[in-house]
């Protein structure tokens, strides 16, 4: 603990006063599905998920996840919620794919893969927890270029990597706070790091006061207004919340720490970089996050009104059920989308996405349900055992794919947020009464 302290004083003696909780979650599941953007349907790219175990094909915001899961791999086990992010692949000289394993980060316990997670108070402020329904998401996943934006401000930093020069806590790229520092980079590192790679996600802190969710998940909250200093980087950024967006909710943070170093004795020697997003994406522009929250009742109200200790240490908050490491480890799920996603090479990134450079958008396969492909053989790294269940490919059966076409039904009725519409969409167009499809964006329309 006497180094958990010094690693806490050197990171934050430079920060305004304000609580945290901060808590390791270990891996739940990692597999293509995503209830936000694609609910009821296989996702187009693999993410890594974290926290409770109601997590679903299709989880509306209806739904009181902190009562309907069993268990959770985070710390606290009134926290419920589900957390995910892109997986990350290590691209072999031979063409092959490899994803990274995550590997737990510093003074977190002994947590399978999985992320730190981070919900902190800014200042003195009041901080109005999430209602239950809450989800957001931040990111782009097709991005592949930087977006022009001003780089004082917290948004421009949202969506960091920090190259860890070393594994050792009390190094400086390690201490350093997160964002808009010498150590983070707004696209994947460009060089072998020799710690690994620490992802950064910081998502909006501010709040309409009205909407759990909204059509493309994150015009209901924005980020704070100000400009923030480098010395103290994003989570001491307090700043104000605009007019349209006044209700303060929690920085929440994700920190993934990913174990790239086992791959630097491949790394290629052409100049070019072996990292790759599961979207296909080598520019790590199009890194994104998903949230949805599942506290049980009030009890993240209760923490952020009455643990105020500044280290963010689960024991110091009272308020809230410590797990163990075994709690934490034992909770798991199988996934539901049948291929391999991890533990070997693979011909293709799951999903069959192809590596898209930019700097246009990059644009969605068209079929994200096509089959993984036979493993082919590579140099496998000096590597651990996966963290969560290999399992066979094989086909499965929806595609996404063309605007929708209401005039035009095609099959039985689509119920409240399944998918009605996409870029080569065939399905049914039309939603069960009481719901419209609402085009999301090229690629995916959905009944609300």
Known sequence: MLRFSLLLAATWASLPARAQLRFGCSQLVTQRLDPLVTPGVISPHVHQIIGGNAFNLTMDTSLDVGSLATCTTCRFKEDKSNYWTAAMYFKHPNGTFFRVPQIPNHFVGETKGGMTVYYVQPGSQKVTAFPRGFRMIVGDPYLRTGVPSDPAKVGSWGLSFRCWDSSDPMGPSNTYPPGAGQYDTVHLPKKKCNGGIRSNILFPSCWDGKSTDSPNHSSHVAYPLGTVNANVGILGFTGTCPSTHPVRVPHVLYETYWDTARFNSMWPTDGSQPL???????????????????????????????????????????ELTVQTDAQINACVQKPLVDEKVEGEYIARLPGCNPLQYGPEPATMVESANCNAGPTLPGSQPTATAPTTTVVTPTPTPTTTVANPQPTAPQGPAIPKYGQCGGNGWTGSTTCVAGSTCIKLNEWYSQCQ
Do not use: I, N
């Open 276 to 318: 790759v997003l599961s979207m296909g994406d080598p520019t790590g522009y199009g890194q994104h996050g998903d949230y949805l929250f599942g506290w049980e009742g009030d009890s993240l109200q209760r923490a952020m009104d009455k643990c105020r200790d500044g280290s963010g240490r689960p024991e110091a908050c009272t």
